[in-house]
C-alpha cells in the first residue's frame, strides 16, 4: 500500500479548507489501518474480500449466527488490541481548537471514543457491545469475549488464519462445534454494529447530517465512499455548494464532487495539518513557509 508522506503543498492546501470555518470530517477504515486494523475494502484486499454478513440471515439464521460469533471470537482480540494513531489523535486535537463541527466515521472499531473524540456520531455502531435481538438489552463486548472464550476452549486454543477483515477463516466442522453466548433472556445477541442489509437508525443518520450541514466544508479520511450511508454526507456536501476534500487511498465514489484529493498516509497528512493550524498559526495564513523556528 502507498502510505506516502504528504507533500507541503497538500498539507496547505488541506489547511486553507479550515480558513472558511468549522469543517465536519467523515472517517472510514482507512484512518485505522495504521492501527494494525485491515481494510476489507482498501486496494490492498478487495480482490481478497468475501461476502459480508447480511442482516436478514443473521437474524432468521441460527448456522449464520454461529459462523459469525466463532470467527468473531478468534478476531476479536486484534481489533481489541489496537490503539488510536496519530490521524485520530490529531482529530481531538483539531475538534478540541474549536475547529471541527463533529466527526462523522463509519468505523466499528471505537478508536476514535478511545483517542477522546468527543462530538461523534459512529454510524454504523461499534464493536464493544452485543445487542439481545429479543430484548434489547446490551452486553459489553468484554465481558461477552469472557464468556465466548470460556465456552470454547478447544476453539480457542487451536490454529487459525486471520481473513483481510481481521476474522478468523474457520472450517464447517469447527463452526459446528462452536457453543454460542446468549442473552440472559434467553435471546440470540447481535454486535451493536450496522449489517448489510440494515438501516442506520434515522436519529443516528440526523445527528451526523446536521454536523455536515454546519461545516464550511467536508473532509473526507480513509474511506472509499463504497457505502451510500457515507456517500450521502458528499451529496448533501455538494449540494449546498460546500467544498469536498478526500484523504484517502485508491480511488472513491466522491472523486467528482471532489475539489482536492490527496493520497497520502492519514496519520501524517492530519499531524501535519494539525500543527500548522494549531502549532504555528501565523504559518497557515502564508502557505510558502512552514513555520519554522
Ligand atoms: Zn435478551
Given at each position: ?128 457491545e452485543a445487542v439481545c435481538l429479543a430484548c434489547g438489552a446490551t452486553t459489553p463486548r468484554d465481558a461477552l469475549q469472557v464468556a465466548l472464550e470460556a465456552q470454547n476452549p478447544d476453539l480457542v486454543a487451536s490454529t487459525f488464519e ?100 490527496v493520497e497520502a498516509a492519514a496519520g501524517e497528512t492530519l499531524t501535519r495539518l494539525a500543527s500548522l493550524l494549531l502549532g504555528d498559526a501565523a504559518a497557515s495564513t502564508h502557505s510558502d513557509t512552514t513555520g519554522q523556528g
Amino acid at each position: 500500500m502507498n502510505l506516502r508522506a504528504p507533500l507541503a503543498v497538500e498539507v496547505d492546501a488541506l489547511a486553507r479548507l479550515f480558513g472558511r470555518g468549522p469543517v465536519a470530517v467523515l472517517t472510514g477504515a482507512g484512518i485505522s489501518t495504521e492501527s494494525g486494523i485491515p481494510d476489507y475494502r482498501g486496494p490492498e484486499t478487495r480482490r481478497r474480500a468475501r461476502n459480508p454478513i447480511q442482516y436478514r440471515e443473521f437474524v432468521k439464521s441460527p448456522l449464520a449466527r454461529r459462523r459469525y460469533w466463532a470467527r468473531s471470537m478468534l478476531g476479536f482480540p486484534r481489533i481489541r488490541r489496537a490503539r488510536p494513531n496519530l490521524g485520530h489523535d490529531a482529530l481531538v486535537r483539531l475538534e478540541q481548537a474549536g475547529l471541527l463541527t463533529g466527526l462523522v466515521t463509519q468505523n466499528v472499531d471505537g478508536l476514535h471514543t478511545e483517542a477522546g473524540s468527543g462530538d461523534l456520531v459512529e454510524l454504523h455502531g461499534a464493536l464493544r457491545e452485543a445487542v439481545c435481538l429479543a430484548c434489547g438489552a446490551t452486553t459489553p463486548r468484554d465481558a461477552l469475549q469472557v464468556a465466548l472464550e470460556a465456552q470454547n476452549p478447544d476453539l480457542v486454543a487451536s490454529t487459525f488464519e486471520l481473513a483481510p477483515d481481521g476474522d478468523a477463516d474457520l472450517s464447517d466442522e469447527r463452526i459446528a462445534q462452536f457453543q454460542p453466548v446468549d442473552c440472559t433472556c434467553g435471546g440470540p445477541l447481535k454486535p451493536n454494529v450496522v449489517f448489510f442489509g440494515e438501516n442506520v437508525p434515522r436519529p443516528r443518520v440526523e445527528h451526523a447530517m446536521a454536523m455536515v450541514e454546519r461545516g464550511a466544508s467536508l473532509l473526507v479520511v480513509g474511506s472509499s465512499l463504497a457505502v451510500y450511508s457515507g456517500l450521502r454526507f458528499v451529496h448533501a456536501a455538494h449540494k449546498r455548494g460546500v467544498p469536498v476534500a478526500i484523504l484517502t487511498i485508491g480511488e472513491t465514489r466522491g472523486d467528482a464532487h471532489a475539489m482536492l484529493r490527496v493520497e497520502a498516509a492519514a496519520g501524517e497528512t492530519l499531524t501535519r495539518l494539525a500543527s500548522l493550524l494549531l502549532g504555528d498559526a501565523a504559518a497557515s495564513t502564508h502557505s510558502d513557509t512552514t513555520g519554522q523556528g
